[in-house]
């Protein structure tokens, strides 16, 4: 998907560069057009804010406007997510024998970087593994739109989070700026973000690390520093090293639907929540931790579930607890599989060395 390399950076780059711009292909021949997006006033003053606020040409901007394209699709896919669907249809997109049994290979490929980032960040292999199955499957689809012509559509043709698109679009040209990429260049999801882990241009410029000491955060080519990345995304969350993630729970009478609201983050001891709301299912983990109840929509019935400190952290990854319960259970399927693998292969071994 990513397709584009960095920029070698020839005297005609170090020319953008000093105009406060990476280079942008092509936009020499283009030829503006009256229904071209730079004439849209909203994007002139979009491109008058960068300019003052950020030192970006002005010209050079108005060139790059004139190259993006809004994809209306983009609309129709952002309004209908994943997430909108019960639980019991959005588990099976996920927890697949065959991504399974990718991530295990995955996890083989790249245990010494694995096992760095959890001693590092305290964040567990499995988790790290299983964030990256599910956004990209292990690094193998990134996402087919253009990441210019993504933000672009849901900053100025989607008013409902336009506020929260636009400044997405200027994180995106800071980073192409900063990381000296052609902002054209670059693909992910429809709602923008990029790379192997996923992320949005502001996560990408906050959060991402260069874990392979190459001098360079490239999450698009470099595993180690999208294993990083993504656990030290978690470690400036809160993730509680050693901590349970999730627990399944068992309600009783009606008291529990005063809790069942929806809120992702702990607010309620679990000796409240037991004697309080007659949620029980955490035996084993202290009675002070806070936790949430999580009820998901079963084909036949509600499951419900205890969430932790460790659950909210995934949930900021992605603000659902259909993503969450996703991440927990497949990064368990992966842990047990590999070990499972492991044990046949000593058992085989063992087999073999008998007389």
């Known amino acids: 998907m990513i397709g584009s390399r960095r920029l070698a950076l020839s005297a005609r780059l170090w020319l953008w560069l000093a105009l406060g711009l990476a280079p942008l292909a092509g936009c020499a021949t283009q030829t ?14 979009f491109i008058n804010e960068m300019v003052t606020k950020h030192g970006f040409d002005h010209t050079q901007l108005v060139k790059l406007f004139e190259q993006t394209r809004l994809k209306p699709d983009i609309i129709a896919a952002i309004s209908h997510p994943a997430e909108g669907r019960p639980w019991f249809q959005y588990r099976p997109i996920f927890l697949k024998p065959g991504r399974i049994k990718a991530g295990v290979r995955y996890w083989d490929a790249h245990a010494d970087d694995l096992a760095r980032a959890e001693k590092i960040y305290g964040v567990p292999a499995k988790i790290i593994v299983a964030i990256i199955g599910v956004e990209t499957r292990f690094g193998t689809y990134k996402g087919k739109y253009r990441v210019m012509d993504s933000l672009s559509t849901l900053a100025f043709d989607y008013p ?11 994180q995106f040209l800071l980073l192409t700026r900063e990381e000296h990429i052609d902002p054209l260049s670059l693909n992910g999801s429809y709602a923008g973000a990029m790379g192997g882990p ?5 996560s990408y410029r906050h959060y991402a690390v260069d874990f392979d000491g190459d001098g360079k955060r490239d999450l698009w080519h470099s595993d180690a520093d999208i294993i990083g990345s993504v656990a030290n995304y978690f470690h400036l969350h809160g993730w509680q090293p050693g901590q349970p993630v999730a627990r399944p729970a068992q309600v009783t009478g009606d008291k529990y639907k005063a809790i069942d609201n929806g809120d992702l983050k702990p607010a309620y001891t679990l ?7 007659g949620v029980s299912g955490a035996d084993g983990i202290p009675t002070e931790q806070k936790a949430a109840l999580i009820s998901l929509q079963g084909k036949d019935e509600t499951e419900y579930w205890l969430g932790m400190q460790n659950f909210y952290v995934i949930t900021r990854y992605n603000h659902s607890a259909l993503y969450a319960m996703a991440v927990y259970q497949l990064a368990n399927a992966i842990a047990a599989e590999r070990q499972q693998q492991r044990i046949d292969v000593d058992r085989a071994d063992t087999k073999m060395i008998k007389p």
Do not use: C
Not at 271 to 277: D, K, P, S
């Open 271 to 277: 000796q409240r929540i037991h004697t309080e709301f």
């Open 160 to 170: 409902k989070r336009s506020a929260f698109f636009r400044k997405e679009l200027q």
């Open 198 to 202: 996923q992320f949005i241009s502001s």
């Open 32 to 45: 503006p057009k009256p229904d071209d997006l730079a004439d849209r006033p909203e994007v002139q003053q």
